[in-house]
């Protein structure tokens, strides 16, 4: 059996290499680093897959949801909701541009923004909800467009990790995650679903006045070299970025479904153990499948993230470990507990949920290479452990 991994980037470049070597050597040979046709090439191809009017590319998923934030004009003291149990790029863009950040508790099942608990943060000041599609599985969205229509919100898809998820809504209508807000962002960090050979991300809108904004903002505010309409800043994608991510949309979808299948071997072979809660992926209402979603196109898997329930989570993380099997624990301490964004508003009690995640979650390997020997090791050492 060959060494397991987190992810194998290694792995799956081997069966690329062809393609995206071709791709980073035509940035070589025409020497169009920043902006080239490679990015405008790329741009085109995803706005196509997503289905969305616009597309822009820029530097990282955290600028994503920065010049997203920009764009819509959110003024110093408009709040902002969302998660608690995320990671903190979510949160810490909200805090730089001077807004106030709003935690809010998460589903048990789902660890999406808990649909509750969003209704009674809203206050005269709020101005916007960012939902996480967190570990690849989109959030209720049929229940946050709502809110955001009744109380006249903006809503930011933060998409970093579900990119190439569907959303069925209530009616039975598909749509991409990341398009269905004001705006949707994504990153493209080399361990997504979709990532690049290093950093990248892109924002999506079908809002054409705020496509025009954002994307003078990704570039210091410029349409016109060297006049600025706008406060901008520095956030392009590059074109050799842009050439591995055009080299690999064309896959995104077979590496979603190996995702789900690494998912549905895992959710058997886990299925009797009385201390191990898998990804509950049907309880979401809101997909009208009514399916486990490991099966359909509602999740991607960005992560596999089990709840182990004995009080040995982390026995089970070295135990792990010791046995040549990579995890992880996202995430190990909430947000609002965080020394950065602690606040008086807080009170332990309003976050039962993800206080009992960060006390119970761990992460398996997840990627498109996963071989069955390596899925058996790994569900076997943990059901000998955890039992």
Not at 302 to 320: A, M, S
Request: charged share 20%; proline share 3%.
């Amino acid at each position: 059996m060959k060494k397991i991994q987190m992810v194998d980037l290694q792995g799956q470049y081997e069966q690329i290499k062809e393609t995206v070597n071709t791709s980073i050597q035509e940035v070589l040979n025409t020497s169009s680093y920043i902006n080239g046709p490679l990015v405008h090439e790329f741009q085109a191809d995803l706005e196509k897959y997503l289905d969305v009017k616009h597309v822009i590319p820029c530097a990282n998923g955290t600028d994503a949801l920065q010049i997203a934030m920009m764009g819509l004009g959110l003024e110093q003291g408009d709040e902002v909701i969302t998660a608690d149990f995320t990671f903190a790029a979510t949160v810490e863009v909200i805090a730089l541009l001077k807004l106030t950040p709003v935690l809010v508790d998460v589903d048990k099942n789902t660890f999406n923004i808990d649909i509750e608990a969003l209704k009674k943060a809203i206050t005269p000041k709020t101005k916007a909800i960012v939902p996480v599609h967190l570990f690849g599985q989109v959030a209720n969205m049929d229940a946050v467009m709502g809110i955001a229509k009744q109380y006249n919100l903006f809503v930011i898809e933060d998409n970093a990790q579900a990119i190439g998820a569907n959303y069925t809504f209530k009616n039975g209508k598909k749509q991409k995650a990341g398009t269905i807000g004001n705006v949707g962002t994504t990153s493209f960090f080399p361990s997504k679903n979709l990532g690049c050979y290093g950093d990248g991300g892109a924002i999506f809108t079908n809002d054409d006045e705020l496509a025009h904004t954002l994307r003078g903002i990704v570039n210091h505010g410029m349409y016109t070299r060297y006049y600025h309409d706008v406060v901008g800043v520095n956030s392009r994608l590059d074109s050799i970025q842009a050439g591995v991510l055009k080299a690999k949309l064309p896959l995104l979808d077979s590496y979603c479904n190996a995702r789900r299948n690494a998912a549905r071997f895992y959710n058997n072979a886990f299925s009797n153990n009385p201390n191990i809660i898998t990804p509950t992926t049907k309880s979401n209402a809101t997909n009208s499948c009514g399916e486990i979603c490991d099966v359909c196109d509602c999740h991607v898997f960005h992560q596999y993230t089990l709840q182990i329930t004995n009080g040995k989570r982390d026995e089970l993380h070295k135990h792990l470990l010791d046995k040549g099997i990579p995890n992880a624990i996202y995430y190990p301490v909430a947000l609002h507990a965080q020394k950065a964004y602690q606040d008086s508003r807080y009170k332990e009690s309003d976050f039962p949920v993800t206080n009992e995640l960060i006390k119970t979650v761990i992460s398996l390997p997840m990627h498109t290479e996963l071989e069955k020997e390596q899925l058996e090791f790994i569900t076997e050492t943990i059901n000998q452990f955890i039992k």
